[in-house]
Nanobody, 125 residues
Framework: VQLQASGGGLVQAGGSLRLSCAASGRTFSGYAMGWFRQAPGKEREFVGAISWSGGRTSYADSVKGRFTISRDNARNTVYLQMNSLKPEDTAVYYC???????????????????WGQGTLVTVSS
């Protein structure tokens, strides 16, 4: 089972990036997908999550209104569209998958079973 995150890079404040997370090795039917980030010296924090159907999403307050998660199950890919980026968004971004949920999208890293390798996003001021 592999999750491959990509799309990170250097962008100026106010700019946009789209991250992708491609899943392979098994079917992720029923799995919720999440995005997390970790800045240097800080703990990994929840960014957002999306249900299997895509009909339910959840976001951290810090990114609400700026970031959007979507998924294409036919391609086994999840996306994180990031707009109006700020320097404080600088971090390594990770995608993750879990089937350990029923009604509420999980926000804790420990709940997720599979993780991608991370992609670095740097926002300059």
């Amino acid at each position: 089972v592999q999750l491959q995150a990509s799309g990170g890079g250097l962008v100026q404040a106010g700019g946009s990036l789209r991250l992708s997370c491609a899943a392979s090795g098994r079917t992720f039917s029923g799995y919720a997908m999440g995005w997390f980030r970790q800045a240097p010296g800080k703990e990994r924090e929840f960014v957002g999550a999306i249900s299997w159907s895509g009909g339910r999403t959840s976001y951290a307050d810090s990114v609400k209104g700026r970031f959007t998660i979507s998924r294409d199950n036919a391609r086994n890919t999840v996306y994180l569209q990031m707009n109006s980026l700020k320097p404080e968004d600088t971090a390594v971004y990770y995608c993750a998958a879990t089937d350990n949920w029923r009604f509420v999208l999980p926000t804790r890293p420990v709940t997720y079973d599979y993780w991608g390798q991370g992609t670095l996003v740097t926002v300059s001021s």
